[in-house]
């Protein structure tokens, strides 16, 4: 069982099935954490800036842009294969 270097959750990962590289996240600190090593595995705490703050501001301008109806589906232009 692999834990979380930050919490010590447990993580839902089997060793055998992870690969180098490879990014998890802990189920109980969201935190994102890189396969640097298998056998053993090692993970690294992949740090982002401070979160905790940015989330009420990011809250803030989702409210602010609400022109969601605005976003044009350009997909479809490049689904011309036939
Ligand atoms: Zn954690």
Known sequence: ???????????????DEVEEGEILSCP?????L???QIHPVHL??????????????????EAEDGDKDLIEEEEEEEEDEE
């Open 1 to 15: 069982m692999i834990r979380c270097p930050e919490c010590s959750a447990e993580i839902d990962v089997d060793e």
């Open 28 to 32: 109980e600190c969201e935190s994102e």
């Open 34 to 36: 890189e396969v640097s």
């Open 44 to 61: 690294n705490i992949i740090s982002e800036d401070d979160d905790d703050e940015d989330e009420e501001e990011e809250e803030e301008e």
